[in-house]
């Protein structure tokens, strides 16, 4: 079993949907989470971090991570064309320890 | 702008060849990182340096070298050693997060390696 699983999708949606991005982890003891986002041809972009539970908005983005189910999440509201890239979810123990990523989603968000 | 570097963008290697790849930053990070990306898999840590003139194996540093003379920059050698070395390599720096830690926050454009 993976560390970290992510729907590789591709998943498709119609501009203005909402979007929701999932992984799961198995290691309770990950205490930061990411998200980034990647372009084709390009290096990862970091979108948003999370310090433990809860959630964090970001104007149209928001994470969410809930320790007890090992899951975390990211939308996207009234999503754009330009949304259109991968998203990889990362997760990390300590504050200086190696990040985890997973594999990536793949979004296309369709005009 | 502040940001990290790669070069060459695309590179080809011939077999039996070493390669450098280049990574220098401007961001005054301590903390820098390299990861090979392959399609499926995520990416995956080869070597990280926390300060200069030190640095630490990743999960798969096996037929992989680098260096850590200055505090910008931080080249990854592709060896002959390493049996599949066509990837797209990623240089990456950390910086503080208020909560007390720090992650890869700043990628590079990256590398694709081919070999042919």
């Known amino acids: 079993q993976k560390e970290v699983e992510q729907d590789p999708g591709p998943l498709s949606v119609p501009e203005g949907a909402i979007v929701s991005l999932n992984c799961t982890y198995s290691n309770s003891a990950f205490q930061y989470f990411m998200w980034y986002r990647q372009y084709s041809r390009k290096g990862p972009e970091l979108l948003m971090y999370t310090y433990s539970s809860g959630n964090k908005e970001d104007g149209r983005f928001t994470a969410q991570v809930d320790k007890s189910s090992k899951y975390i999440s990211l939308f996207i509201r009234d999503s754009q064309p330009s949304d259109s890239a991968t998203y990889l979810c990362?997760?990390?123990?300590?504050?200086?320890?190696?990040?985890?990523f997973g594999t990536g989603t793949k979004l296309q968000v369709i005009p | 702008d502040g940001g990290i570097t790669q070069s060459p963008k695309y590179l080809f290697r011939k077999e039996g060849q070493n390669v450098t790849l280049s990574c220098e930053q401007n961001l005054n990070h301590d903390a820098m990182y390299w990861y090979r990306q392959d399609p499926g898999q995520g990416l995956r840590l080869i070597y990280y340096?926390?300060?200069?003139?030190?640095?630490q194996k990743g999960d798969i540093a096996e037929g992989y070298s680098v260096s850590r003379e200055k505090k910008e920059s931080f080249p990854l050698t592709v060896t002959s050693a390493q049996k599949n070395p066509t990837a797209f390599y990623l240089c990456?720096?950390?910086?503080?997060?208020?909560?007390?830690?720090?992650?890869?926050?700043?990628f590079g454009q990256g590398t694709r390696l081919t070999v042919v």
């Open positions: 990456a720096s950390s910086s503080h997060l208020g909560t007390g830690g720090n992650t890869e926050a700043f």
């Open positions: 340096s926390q300060i200069v003139n030190d640095f």
């Open positions: 990362a997760m990390k123990f300590g504050g200086y320890q190696k990040v985890t």
